[in-house]
């Protein structure tokens, strides 16, 4: 008899990724930590490729939304940049006006949340390098937002450091983002090679991408007035 549940675990049954169902589901749980947030975060750090492969084919109980799971550590990010005022190097040899100064670190609050669209076009890139695999592009956008989330994590714990302050700093978190996504992919794809030059075109993808952004929102907050009010909701 066919039922909507797993007989083995009880989790709804097995049904491929869509955009209208991945986002209905995470207004369902945007905040419910009960779908395994720390086994989660754990999965991601020690073996992110089948993890996250795993979800894509449906066992999904055990993990939390990639949706929430993006938002939740992207929200750790932007408290800790603005609760202990860090300060992100602008690079020694460019000098900024106090206006440039206070949209870059106004940006750099919101930063995080701008990856949910940088990552459109990211995840259409990586698709089109790993089309073998047969992924759809909201199974590869679930794995995109599990994995730059998590990167969430570093980056938040170089901003607790003071290491954001420094270009050797940011350069290190560079490297680290590169080499997770190298090996995140490699299991995901089930790949003998790490795929090193496919992974930095999907970085500098979402790198272009979240700048772009980031450029746009920033004239408009300037155009618009808007910047000391931004900066008193973020205070």
């Known amino acids: 008899m066919d039922t909507p549940y797993c007989g083995a675990c009880g989790q ?32 991601l750090s020690v073996r992110p490729g089948p993890t996250i ?6 066992r999904r109980g055990p993990l ?3 949706v929430s799971y993006c938002f939740l550590l992207a929200t750790l990010y932007a408290l800790t940049i603005n609760l202990l005022d860090v300060e992100i190097s602008l690079g020694g040899a460019l000098e900024f006006t106090d206006i440039e100064r206070r949209v870059y670190h106004v940006l750099h609050g919101i930063l995080a949340y701008l990856i949910f669209l940088a990552l459109w076009p990211a995840a259409a890139i990586q698709r089109r390098l790993f089309r073998a695999s047969g992924f759809s592009f909201a199974e590869t956008y679930a794995f995109c937002l599990y ?19 420094t270009s050797a700093g940011l350069t290190a978190l560079g490297l680290i983002q590169v080499v997770y996504s190298v090996w ?6 089930r790949l003998a090679r790490p795929p090193i ?5 999907v970085s500098t993808a979402s790198f272009v991408t979240t700048n772009i952004l980031s450029l746009i929102v920033g004239n408009l907050i300037v155009a618009t007035g808007l910047l000391e009010q931004v900066e008193s909701i973020l205070a």
């Open 64 to 66: 939390t939304h990639p």
């Open 53 to 58: 492969r795993e979800y894509v084919a449906g």
């Open 197 to 201: 030059l496919r992974a930095l075109a």
């Open 147 to 165: 994995a730059f989330g998590h990167l969430n994590l570093v980056g938040t714990a170089f901003a607790a450091s003071g290491l954001l302050a």
């Open 12 to 43: 709804a049954a097995y049904r491929r990724l869509s955009f209208r169902s991945m986002f209905r589901d995470s207004l369902i749980r945007i905040f419910d930590l009960e779908g395994g947030f720390l086994h989660t975060l754990i999965a």
């Open 184 to 189: 995140a992919m490699k299991g995901f794809y």
